[in-house]
Protein backbone atom coordinates (compact mmCIF):
# COMPACT_ATOMS: atom_id res chain seq x y z
CA UNK A 1 0.00 0.00 0.00
CA UNK A 2 1.16 3.57 -0.74
CA UNK A 3 -0.08 6.59 0.22
CA UNK A 4 0.35 9.88 -1.99
CA UNK A 5 -0.45 13.16 -0.73
CA UNK A 6 -0.53 16.57 -2.50
CA UNK A 7 -0.38 19.79 -1.71
CA UNK A 8 0.39 23.47 -2.10
CA UNK A 9 -2.04 24.42 -4.59
CA UNK A 10 -4.13 27.63 -4.58
CA UNK A 11 -5.35 30.17 -6.90
CA UNK A 12 -2.78 32.85 -8.09
CA UNK A 13 -2.02 35.40 -10.75
CA UNK A 14 -0.22 35.36 -14.19
CA UNK A 15 3.21 35.27 -13.56
CA UNK A 16 3.29 34.63 -9.91
CA UNK A 17 4.83 31.48 -7.75
CA UNK A 18 3.35 28.03 -6.05
CA UNK A 19 5.52 25.30 -4.60
CA UNK A 20 3.70 21.55 -4.47
CA UNK A 21 4.46 19.07 -2.11
CA UNK A 22 3.71 15.11 -2.66
CA UNK A 23 4.58 13.45 0.75
CA UNK A 24 4.98 9.77 -0.10
CA UNK A 25 3.76 7.01 2.64
CA UNK A 26 3.01 3.53 3.57
CA UNK A 27 4.85 0.35 2.15
CA UNK A 28 7.62 2.03 0.92
CA UNK A 29 11.06 2.60 1.63
CA UNK A 30 12.28 4.29 -1.32
CA UNK A 31 11.83 4.92 -4.78
CA UNK A 32 13.00 5.45 -8.10
CA UNK A 33 11.20 7.89 -9.99
CA UNK A 34 8.86 10.26 -9.22
CA UNK A 35 6.70 12.78 -11.88
CA UNK A 36 4.41 15.19 -11.50
CA UNK A 37 1.56 15.41 -13.80
CA UNK A 38 -1.94 17.63 -14.35
CA UNK A 39 -4.80 17.15 -15.59
CA UNK A 40 -7.09 20.08 -17.24
CA UNK A 41 -10.71 20.25 -17.22
CA UNK A 42 -11.29 18.06 -20.62
CA UNK A 43 -8.07 17.13 -21.18
CA UNK A 44 -5.83 14.05 -20.70
CA UNK A 45 -3.59 13.62 -18.01
CA UNK A 46 0.20 14.71 -19.03
CA UNK A 47 3.56 13.91 -17.47
CA UNK A 48 4.69 17.66 -16.40
CA UNK A 49 8.16 16.70 -14.81
CA UNK A 50 10.03 13.47 -13.57
CA UNK A 51 13.17 12.94 -11.47
CA UNK A 52 15.10 9.81 -10.88
CA UNK A 53 16.74 8.49 -7.62
CA UNK A 54 19.81 9.34 -9.86
CA UNK A 55 19.16 13.01 -10.24
CA UNK A 56 18.02 12.95 -13.87
CA UNK A 57 15.37 15.18 -14.31
CA UNK A 58 12.72 15.87 -17.46
CA UNK A 59 10.10 18.28 -18.37
CA UNK A 60 7.44 19.11 -20.69
CA UNK A 61 8.50 21.75 -22.97
CA UNK A 62 5.72 23.43 -21.68
CA UNK A 63 7.20 24.25 -18.28
CA UNK A 64 10.92 24.18 -19.28
CA UNK A 65 12.58 27.22 -17.86
CA UNK A 66 9.55 28.07 -15.25
CA UNK A 67 9.03 24.75 -13.47
CA UNK A 68 11.78 22.78 -11.17
CA UNK A 69 11.08 18.89 -9.68
CA UNK A 70 12.81 18.28 -6.84
CA UNK A 71 13.15 15.37 -3.95
CA UNK A 72 14.24 14.77 -0.07
CA UNK A 73 14.78 10.99 0.04
CA UNK A 74 14.84 11.53 3.79
CA UNK A 75 11.64 12.90 3.99
CA UNK A 76 10.36 10.88 1.06
CA UNK A 77 8.81 13.99 -0.35
CA UNK A 78 8.61 15.19 -3.78
CA UNK A 79 8.25 18.95 -4.91
CA UNK A 80 7.66 20.93 -7.77
CA UNK A 81 8.72 24.44 -8.10
CA UNK A 82 6.01 26.80 -10.37
CA UNK A 83 7.35 29.89 -11.38
CA UNK A 84 6.28 32.31 -13.90
CA UNK A 85 2.74 30.30 -14.15
CA UNK A 86 0.13 31.06 -17.08
CA UNK A 87 -3.14 30.45 -17.19
CA UNK A 88 -2.67 27.33 -19.15
CA UNK A 89 -1.45 25.79 -16.53
CA UNK A 90 -4.44 25.61 -14.37
CA UNK A 91 -5.16 22.06 -13.82
CA UNK A 92 -5.17 19.39 -10.99
CA UNK A 93 -1.80 18.43 -10.73
CA UNK A 94 -0.71 14.71 -8.53
CA UNK A 95 2.29 13.30 -8.14
CA UNK A 96 3.01 9.59 -9.13
CA UNK A 97 5.64 6.84 -9.01
CA UNK A 98 6.02 5.14 -11.86
CA UNK A 99 7.34 2.30 -10.23
CA UNK A 100 4.09 2.17 -8.15
CA UNK A 101 1.29 2.66 -11.55
CA UNK A 102 -1.76 1.31 -9.35
CA UNK A 103 -1.42 4.23 -7.13
CA UNK A 104 -2.57 8.22 -7.62
CA UNK A 105 -3.11 11.04 -4.81
CA UNK A 106 -6.28 12.56 -4.72
CA UNK A 107 -4.39 15.84 -6.62
CA UNK A 108 -4.25 19.66 -5.58
CA UNK A 109 -5.46 22.28 -7.75
CA UNK A 110 -3.75 25.00 -9.28
CA UNK A 111 -5.66 27.99 -10.66
CA UNK A 112 -3.49 30.98 -12.56
CA UNK A 113 -5.95 33.78 -13.08
CA UNK A 114 -6.13 37.64 -12.84
Known amino acids: QVQLVESGGGLVQPGGSLRLSCAVS????????IGWYRQAPGKERELVAVITSGGSINYVDSVKGRFTISRDNAKKTGYLQMNNLKPEDTAVYYC????????WGQGTQVTVSS
Open 96 to 103: HLPSYPLY
Open 26 to 33: GSIFSFNA
